[in-house]
């Protein structure tokens, strides 16, 4: 039996203060797990497998008495060793909440209601429906002032791609207005573009001619100031209730001509075709020669003219460039109104979202309604509650992970979850499915990453869990590997001399290996008669319990070197104990 000493009411946070700078010195001279294989930094969370099965829970690991608790007063507690492997794990307990819920918060006013508490709902099933009239006048006046943007953003871009004003037909320049430096406005005129390649005039036929005249006829134009005659084309006629001096009444016949160089607008002519019948069929009056084309050319963008590229009187090809503004300003403009575009857009289809989802309210999970109501505010009118799905076909716990062990970790890693009743105890298969990249700091100056684990039912099993449950993991950090089967003391019965360790036995004579600790540098010297320190090689261990390599075996075993193997027992590794372990 080993004899453990213990501090009498231990105050736990001081007790675990000291057991934390005992593991440091311990783990500085003992080896850990795995040989020569790099182990990984002190855990508060260990394990020992042994041949019993579930889960065991650990207790922090204490040190060497007389290094580190000289002050304490002292009680002993009697243990045994054990025979089993070593096996590290990070343990620890959380309260279940569903892997996927969500949570539908409700106002306005209710127009229909299909859930209830207790509720299965399928995604996709309607759950309410909400008036939205206010929303949708609020996106129709979006509307009518998107409608109003696009209009200015077509002016603006219109003004963009008019800063050049080109010929639209060859002809000459007559009556420039600007030259380059002038501020011009959008509408403002700026030249006229004449085309007297050819002229045309309109002239009037009495309607007793109204069946032999068409259009596309020739007819001989008269120039008396010119006294020549040329050969041109009736292009238009208008049916029009004119009537001569003399009564007759008469209808329009617009005629061209190739002009030879001598027209001007202005100039009298006149003209007749041949009938049918070879008679000739005279206008009833003479007309003015005008221009067949002419139009005044308008800037089309507000800014400054940067170039004139015309003069009166100028002959110009259809497609040349003739004036140049600066209308730099508009690029601002458009960039302005375009921006506003994009936020009523983004409003649209916001308040467009909205009344699909938030008014017309679909589930979009599988589950089960945990709660559903609503309220009537007296004072606005307004309904207000909320519709809760919970999707309880898996489970989560949300758990914190010592700075020390989160390098051993990774996300999809198998976690053993299991939950106690009052008769059983059951299991789930877990999964560490999150693992935070950045640490959060704590009170105590000890850092953790928050991690998540998910819990579905083991293979062929129903999934009885529930939300607000509280259930226990172990997540396996030794890759399956253990450091093999070995007599195991627990870590607080360990002491040290200046050869190593010892353990305090119980035995019915002293052993022949027996060293006296006061002689020899023993960290516990004060001890009950009937025990004695027994020399041991020490290997890995863990918070409970250490390998005893050599000196011992567990208390089924006979003791090394002869005679009855005794229970035995350490007055060293004093400190936070191990509380109910031994007795």
């Known amino acids: 039996m080993l004899g453990i000493k213990k501090k009498a009411g231990d105050d736990s946070i001081a007790a675990e203060s000291r057991s934390t700078r005992f593991l440091e010195w311990l783990s500085a001279r003992l080896p850990r797990r795995g040989g020569g294989k790099q182990q990984k930094p002190w855990s508060r969370k260990r394990i020992v497998a042994t041949a019993l099965a579930g889960v065991l829970l650990i207790a922090s690991c204490v040190g060497a008495y007389a290094l580190f608790f000289a002050q304490e007063e002292r009680t002993a507690v009697t243990g045994t060793t054990t025979y089993g492997a070593l096996n590290e794990a990070i343990e620890g307990s959380g309260t279940t909440t569903p892997a996927d819920s969500v949570t539908y918060e409700i106002s306005g ?178 007309a003015e020669l005008a221009f067949n084309h002419v139009e005044t050319l308008t800037a089309q963008a507000s800014g400054e003219l940067t170039a004139v590229n015309a003069v009166d009187y100028q002959q110009v090809s259809s497609g040349e460039t003739l004036f140049v503004i600066d209308a730099s300003g508009y690029e601002t403009q458009l960039e302005t109104i375009e921006k506003q575009i994009e936020n009523y857009e983004k409003n649209i289809a916001d308040l467009q979202e909205e009344i699909d989802t938030e008014y017309t309210r679909y589930s979009d999970i599988d589950g089960t309604v945990v709660s559903a109501e609503y309220a009537t505010n007296r004072m606005t009118g307004e309904d207000a509650g909320s519709v809760v799905v919970y999707n309880q076909e898996s489970m989560e716990i949300s758990i914190n992970v010592d700075e020390l062990d989160v390098d051993y970790l990774e996300v999809g890693m198998p976690v053993t979850v299991y939950r106690t009743t009052s008769s059983d105890t059951v299991f789930y298969q877990g999964e560490l499915t999150y693992l935070s990249l950045e640490a959060t700091s704590g009170s105590s100056g000890v850092s953790t990453f928050a991690a998540t684990i998910t819990i579905t039912p083991l293979e062929g099993r129903e999934f009885d869990l529930s939300s607000g449950v509280t259930v226990y993991y172990s997540i396996d950090t030794s890759g399956g590997e ?89 007055m060293g590794g004093m400190g936070g104990g191990m509380p109910g372990g031994m007795g």
Not at 241 to 261: L, R, S
Not at 488 to 503: N, Q, R, V
Not at 532 to 545: L, R
């Open 109 to 286: 006013t209710v127009l229909e209601w299909y859930v209830e508490a207790g509720q299965e709902v399928k995604t996709g099933d309607l759950l309410y429906v909400l008036d939205a009239s206010e929303a949708e006048d609020e996106m129709l006046e979006y509307e009518v002032d998107l409608e109003d943007l696009y209009e200015q953003r077509s002016e603006i871009q219109e003004g963009i791609a008019n800063q050049q004003v080109t010929a639209p037909f060859s002809g000459h320049i007559q009556d420039l207005q600007v030259e380059a430096g002038d501020e011009v406005q959008s509408g403002m005129t700026l030249a006229t573009l004449v085309d007297d390649s050819s002229m045309k005039a309109t002239l009037y036929f009495s309607y007793v001619y109204e069946d032999d005249i068409y259009s596309g006829m020739p007819v001989t134009v008269s120039v008396a100031d010119q006294m020549m005659t040329l050969e041109g084309t009736i292009t238009d006629i208008q049916y029009v209730n004119y009537t001569t001096a003399e009564g007759m009444k008469c209808f329009a016949v617009t005629v061209e001509a190739d002009n030879p160089g001598s027209l001007t607008e202005g100039m009298l002519v006149t003209c007749w075709a041949q009938g049918s019948d070879g008679s000739e069929l005279y206008a009833v009056s003479d």
């Open 482 to 570: 253990t450091s093999g089967e070995s007599v195991l003391a627990p870590i607080d019965a360990l002491c040290t001399y200046d050869d190593g360790y010892y353990l305090l036995v119980q035995a019915d004579s002293r052993p022949d290996n027996t060293i006296d600790p006061a002689e020899s540098g023993g960290s516990v010297t004060d001890y009950p008669a009937g025990y004695y320190a027994v020399p041991v090689e020490a290997g890995a261990y863990n918070e409970q319990y250490v390998q005893i390599l050599s000196g011992v075996e567990d208390g089924g075993t006979g003791f090394p070197g002869g005679g009855e193997m005794p229970d035995f027992g350490g």
